[in-house]
T-cell receptor
C-alpha cells in the first residue's frame, strides 16, 4: 500500500521565480492538504483540496495556489518567490469522512529560495 | 485565532526514563487531537484522540485527552535512543462544510541519551 508521495525532494530557486510541487495521496484517500513548515516550527496549514476544489484556506497570500486532479493527486504552486518561502512543504492525505479523517503526511519537499 | 501550545520545547533524558509531553489547545470547532513523531521529514502518525478521558496506548507510548481543560499529554515510558525526535501535537478542526485543518504546536524536541 503506497503511502503519500511528493516530488521533488529538494528544490533551489531564486527570488521572483515560480515553483510547482506535486503530491500523490495514499491509496484510497480523496482529500489533500498542504502545509508549510519553517525550520524549528510546526507545520502551518496552507489549504485543503477535495473533489478538485479548494475548500479551506489558511492564512497564506494568493501567491500560493493549488490544484487537485481527478485521480486525487495535487499540485502546489507558489509565484513570485520570496526568501521567506524557504521551508519544508508537506502534503497530507485523508479520507473525507468520520473517524478516518486522520491526515497522513508525505516526506515533503525542501524548498530553498536564494 | 486557533492556537496550540506545547511544552516543554525541548527535553533531554537518559535511556529508561519516562517522559510526559504536554499540549494545550484553543481551537474553534474542535474535532480531535492528533500526535505525530517527526524524525527527519514526514511527521508519522501516533494517536488520534476524540473522546475525553480515554487513554490510547501503543507499546511504550500512551496519550489522553481532557476536553474540559483543553489539553492532552503524551507519555513515553522506558525511553530508547530511537525515541529521539520532535513530537508534534495538532488540533483537527472543521470549518465551512466538511473542510478539516490541522493546527500544530511548535513541537517538543526529545533527545534520549544512551
Amino acid at each position: 500500500d503506497a503511502g503519500v508521495t511528493q516530488s521533488p525532494t529538494h528544490l533551489i530557486k531564486t527570488r521572483g521565480q515560480q515553483v510547482t510541487l506535486r503530491c500523490s495521496p495514499k491509496s484510497g484517500h480523496d482529500t489533500v492538504s498542504w502545509y508549510q513548515q519553517a525550520l524549528g516550527q510546526g507545520p502551518q496549514f496552507i489549504f485543503q483540496y477535495y473533489e478538485e476544489e479548494e475548500r479551506q484556506r489558511g492564512n497564506f497570500p494568493d501567491r500560493f495556489s493549488g490544484h487537485q486532479f481527478p485521480n486525487y493527486s495535487s499540485e502546489l504552486n507558489v509565484n513570485a518567490l520570496l526568501l521567506g518561502d524557504s521551508a519544508l512543504y508537506l502534503c497530507a492525505s485523508s479520507l473525507d469522512w468520520g473517524a478516518r479523517e486522520t491526515q497522513y503526511f508525505g516526506p515533503g519537499t525542501r524548498l530553498l529560495v536564494l | 485565532e486557533d492556537k496550540v501550545v506545547q511544552s516543554p520545547l525541548s527535553l533531554v533524558v537518559h535511556e529508561g526514563d519516562t517522559v510526559t509531553l504536554n499540549c494545550s489547545y484553543e481551537v474553534t470547532n474542535f474535532r480531535s487531537l492528533l500526535w505525530y513523531k517527526q524524525e527527519k521529514k514526514a511527521p508519522t502518525f501516533l494517536f488520534m484522540l476524540t473522546s475525553s478521558g480515554i487513554e490510547k496506548k501503543s507499546g511504550r507510548l500512551s496519550s489522553i485527552l481532557d476536553k474540559k481543560e483543553l489539553f492532552s499529554i503524551l507519555n513515553i515510558t522506558a525511553t530508547q535512543t530511537g525515541d529521539s525526535a520532535v513530537y508534534l501535537c495538532a488540533a483537527l478542526s472543521s470549518s465551512s462544510g466538511s473542510a478539516r485543518q490541522l493546527t500544530f504546536g511548535s513541537g517538543t524536541q526529545l533527545t534520549v541519551l544512551p
